[in-house]
């Protein structure tokens, strides 16, 4: 995998879209006075674990953890941390869902592509195989998803209920874009936590906006040692099919 030798501060993402250093600091204290402004209206409750989670990990292919690709950045950090709560989710036989991009040539273009004219090269499709990291398991599904939710115009709703899942742990990239729209889609039906260390972001900004409104107003952000304890003290749950 290739590496970028300027990650940013916090571990991660693209060297130029980095935050400026005499910025960081000022700018990570202003979004804790607001998240303290919010806790004063009442936003940023805690919806706290159920007691029979599942695990979503976001998008960690190729196409976004290779510095050399279109979209891609350094997300090592992600991965690892990503690799710490799957062990456990293991552990605890609970269910563990991958996303990636549904890429077809032949898909029609949408208004979207406007936004983001994608450059795929002939074999594209190797770039959104799994991180081999993440070992991933026969019996962990993997869906193929066209949108930035892992819920729009997929089954994941109907498979997680099935399974009376009623708390959804969501790991993966991008921080700003399908993180953030699968714990939109999440937010109503289960309750959603956020480990810190395994989500990232190609650009610091949106990272630590998006994380702090996700924590405001869609889930539980928290950190890994914090996942892996409760996540330990699961029951054992069947796993998804393939």
């Keep these: ?76 950090a992600v991965v690892l941390a990503t690799r710490r709560v799957l062990d456990a989710a293991r552990a605890a036989s609970v269910p563990i869902v991958f996303t990636t991009f549904a890429h077809d040539p032949a898909e029609p273009p949408s208004p979207h592509d406007r936004k983001l004219r994608f450059q795929f090269p002939a074999d594209a499709a190797e770039l959104f195989e799994l991180d081999p990291r993440l070992n991933r398991q026969s019996t962990e599904k993997v869906i193929r998803k066209r949108y930035a939710s892992a819920f729009k115009d997929t089954n994941l709703h109907t498979m997680l209920t099935a399974l009376s899942v009623d708390t959804l742990i969501v790991m993966g990239v991008s921080t700003s874009h399908c993180v953030y729209a699968t714990c939109r889609d999440a937010t109503d039906s289960f309750r959603v936590i956020v480990p810190r260390e395994a989500v990232g972001e190609r650009c610091e900004l949106m990272h630590e906006v998006f994380l702090l409104d996700i924590d405001i107003d869609l889930a539980d952000v928290t950190n890994v040692d914090d996942v892996v304890r409760h996540l330990s003290e699961a029951q054992g749950q069947r796993p998804l099919s393939r």
């Design 1 to 76: 995998m290739a590496t970028d030798s300027n990650v940013t501060s916090c571990g991660f993402g693209s060297s130029d879209l980095r935050l400026p250093d005499e910025l960081r600091g000022p700018l990570l204290s202003h979004l804790q006075t607001l998240r303290g402004r919010y806790l004063q209206r009442g936003w940023a409750g805690r919806v706290g674990f159920g007691s029979r989670p599942a695990v979503i990990v976001i998008d960690l292919a190729k196409y976004w953890l290779d510095p050399g690709q279109q979209i891609g950045s350094s997300l090592d």
